[in-house]
């Protein structure tokens, strides 16, 4: 299997499960992944991000194979504009 006929069958799932059994370093059943394991499934994340996924995380590999890495300041900006938060005073209680 090459890397496009990778990317065509990889659905959001299965990449959001990719990056919980990195992030954890165990599949899903509890078992361990080996560091070959480990290291196949990073390449298939980083290759999702850059091919398929345009995401709002702050570090993650562009279009062009290279890492993006988001300032301080363009992380604050995204989070002003996605929170919003509901204040209440005493008497609306």
Request: with cysteine; proline share 1%; glycine share 8%.
């Amino acid at each position: 299997m090459n890397i496009e006929q990778l990317l065509s069958a990889m659905t959001p799932d299965i990449y959001e499960r990719l990056c919980q059994c990195v992030e954890t370093g165990k599949w899903l059943d509890g078992a361990t992944l080996s560091d070959d394991q480990k290291s196949q499934c990073m390449q298939a994340i980083m290759a999702y991000q850059a091919k398929v996924g345009q995401s709002g995380e702050h570090m993650t590999v562009g279009s062009d194979g290279n890492i993006v890495h988001k300032s301080k300041s363009e992380l604050r900006q995204e989070l002003r504009q996605e929170t919003a938060i509901k204040r209440f005073g005493k008497n609306d209680i």
